[in-house]
């Protein structure tokens, strides 16, 4: 098995918005703000090769929205989905299995491909299935209000339309079944119903992919909740199982929104837990 970081590139979010009711005295001495008070975040991806199965985790924003719509997160960097996949040696045409963790269009952006020739929509990975939770995809194609501007129906609905899409079955806090060989979910419905977080066997570790139950290292403070959050007491529930867990087994922790910071460790402490160590994904992956 080889585990590739995937950079799509930066984009930037409210440091209130990002960080719910801690004052802002508190955040910005884990995170620094610009004269509007927006941040800057990573859309951090993660690749995994199975040698018979090329998975993704997550597609970032992608490119087929509006200049008006990009001037509201001020997407920036060099680095895209494509360039970054094909940089490893791959093509769009050789991933075999999406996952996406939810259906914010942080997450799913790049799922779904415009031509803009035809103005038609097409999935960006042509061979691949497409893996979400029944009751998340559900809750995403008939949203609240609260997150309606988030789920764009133009990066959900052509996957179902191509036939590609599939379920991840949902037993409890857990996936009823492993999707691969040393890949499991864990649903977290604090940000959303039914996010999933995954859970990957490496080596002799297990890395999980956070997505947005904790966006960056700033969050590990247990009141460091998003604005963005449906249900904050849930996310209150879902990351103290997730941090305590993940201190006592020493799991790797890969970051998608952290833009310093790709894979942390934390540990217990009198304070709760902390923030023990950061590495890069070269650092666990190899190159």
């Given at each position: 098995?080889?585990?590739?970081?995937?950079?799509?590139?930066?984009?930037?979010?409210?440091?209130?918005?990002?960080?719910?009711?801690?004052?802002?005295?508190?955040?910005?001495?884990?995170?620094?703000?610009?004269?509007?008070?927006?941040?800057?975040?990573?859309?951090?991806?993660?690749?995994?090769?199975?040698?018979?199965?090329?998975?993704?985790?997550?597609?970032?924003?992608?490119?087929?929205?509006?200049?008006?719509?990009?001037?509201?997160?001020?997407?920036?960097?060099?680095?895209?989905?494509?360039?970054?996949?094909?940089?490893?040696?791959?093509?769009?045409?050789?991933?075999?299995?999406?996952?996406?963790?939810?259906?914010?269009?942080?997450?799913?952006?790049?799922?779904?491909?415009?031509?803009?020739?035809?103005?038609?929509?097409?999935?960006?990975?042509?061979?691949?299935?497409?893996?979400?939770?029944?009751?998340?995809?559900?809750?995403?194609?008939?949203?609240?209000?609260?997150?309606?501007?988030?789920?764009?129906?133009?990066?959900?609905?052509?996957?179902?339309?191509?036939?590609?899409?599939?379920?991840?079955?949902?037993?409890?806090?857990?996936?009823?079944?492993?999707?691969?060989?040393?890949?499991?979910?864990?649903?977290?419905?604090g940000h959303t119903e039914s996010q999933m977080i995954p859970y990957i066997s490496y080596k002799s570790q297990t890395i999980i992919y956070a997505a947005d139950l904790l966006p960056s290292a700033a969050h590990i403070p247990m009141p460091y909740v998003m604005g963005y959050d449906i249900r904050p007491l849930e996310t209150?529930?879902?990351?103290?199982?997730?941090?305590?867990?993940?201190?006592?087994?020493?799991?790797?922790?890969?970051?998608?929104?952290?833009?310093?910071?790709?894979?942390?460790?934390?540990?217990?402490?009198?304070?709760?837990?902390?923030?023990?160590?950061?590495?890069?994904?070269?650092?666990?992956?190899?190159?």
């Amino acid at each position: 098995m080889q585990i590739h970081a995937i950079e799509t590139g930066n984009f930037k979010l409210d440091g209130g918005a990002m960080f719910g009711v801690v004052p802002k005295s508190l955040w910005s001495r884990f995170k620094s703000a610009d004269e509007n008070n927006m941040c800057s975040w990573s859309m951090r991806c993660l690749l995994i090769d199975y040698g018979n199965r090329l998975v993704l985790i997550d597609t970032g924003m992608g490119n087929k929205q509006s200049e008006k719509f990009f001037g509201y997160y001020f997407l920036f960097g060099e680095d895209s989905l494509k360039n970054s996949i094909e940089s490893k040696g791959y093509s769009l045409s050789d991933v075999t299995d999406v996952v996406l963790t939810h259906l914010h269009f942080d997450h799913c952006g790049g799922a779904v491909s415009l031509n803009r020739n035809t103005n038609r929509y097409y999935t960006t990975f042509p061979n691949a299935t497409y893996w979400s939770c029944e009751e998340h995809w559900n809750w995403a194609i008939h949203p609240n209000e609260r997150e309606k501007a988030s789920f764009l129906k133009e990066n959900m609905l052509p996957i179902q339309e191509a036939g590609q899409l599939q379920f991840v079955k949902r037993d409890g806090r857990w996936s009823k079944n492993e999707i691969f060989p040393g890949f499991k979910i864990f649903f977290a419905d604090g940000h959303t119903e039914s996010q999933m977080i995954p859970y990957i066997s490496y080596k002799s570790q297990t890395i999980i992919y956070a997505a947005d139950l904790l966006p960056s290292a700033a969050h590990i403070p247990m009141p460091y909740v998003m604005g963005y959050d449906i249900r904050p007491l849930e996310t209150l529930k879902d990351k103290e199982i997730f941090l305590k867990d993940a201190a006592k087994e020493n799991h790797i922790i890969f970051l998608e929104h952290d833009i310093d910071k790709e894979c942390i460790t934390v540990r217990e402490t009198e304070k709760g837990i902390r923030l023990s160590e950061t590495f890069n994904s070269k650092e666990i992956f190899g190159k």
